[in-house]
């Protein structure tokens, strides 16, 4: 049986880098795409292709329909349309909403909401006409759900991948394309871990499983979602975030207590 082949938007770093690693090593020869960071795509590579993996990946701004055209042209020439898209591209500012840039907003929603749709319609439309079957995963977070203050653009985004990834599911799901999405807790990575002084610790404090998560928890439920034992799966949210986002502010306990 010929390799699967998945994309993975931005797997240059954090949670896309351990997506990519984790599909080479379970099989997947993998095209990933970046933004701003060559050298870390470069050993995203690395790792891949040591895995086992044969690997593609370029420079595609997701949000940007001509870079998603031409990317896609170049999957296609290499390999055909993927069994797999992972949506994982994502960026995150952070401005009071009296006090956010119009730019952020753009950048924002282009890039995490925009990116998405760009993506999955282009993988989609391979598919169908092709007539094969297909998986796309979503990234979404806890703000899928819940809203985050000074997070408001990407608060907007991660609500509108929850729908977005509903509608993809029911549009798509005649034409045996599953769409899911993964809403990760607070993982660790160096952007997370620069956003607070001690980020494990206070997560974890308030996660009720008493952890931080890894990236490697995030791949593997993509690996699962991507997997025959998720067939009848699709239209729906998985929380990774070791139930930090399902308990309430409750009045009579302190998170964490
Ligand atoms: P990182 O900043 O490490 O990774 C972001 C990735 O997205 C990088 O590969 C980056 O590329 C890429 N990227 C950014 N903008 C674009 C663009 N316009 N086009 C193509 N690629 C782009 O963060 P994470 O690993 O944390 O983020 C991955 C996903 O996980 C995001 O969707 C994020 O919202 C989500 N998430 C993360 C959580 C966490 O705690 N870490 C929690 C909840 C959700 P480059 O390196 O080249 O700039």
Redesign the pocket.
Known sequence: MSRRLAVV?????????AIVNTLAREGWDVAF?????PH??EQTATSARAAGADVLFAQ????IKADVDAFYDRVAAWRGAPDLLVN?????TWAPLLELEEDSWDRVIR??LK?CFLNTQNVARRLVSAGKPGAIVN????CNKLAFPRLVD?TAS?GGIEQFTKVAAIELGPHAIRVNCV?????E????QAEAGDYAGTWSAITPLRRI?Q?QDVADVVLYLASPGASFITGQTLWVDGGVFTQANWPYEKPGA
Not at 33 to 37: D, F, G, L
Not at 189 to 192: G, S, V
């Open positions: 938007t931005g797997g240059s770093t954090g949670i896309g880098r795409s970046y933004i701003s960071r870390e795509a595609c701004d997701v949000g994982n591209a994502g960026v995150q890039t995490n990116g990234i979404g977070s806890g990407y991660k809403a990760p807790g607070a993982i990575i160096e952007r997370t998560g990236t």
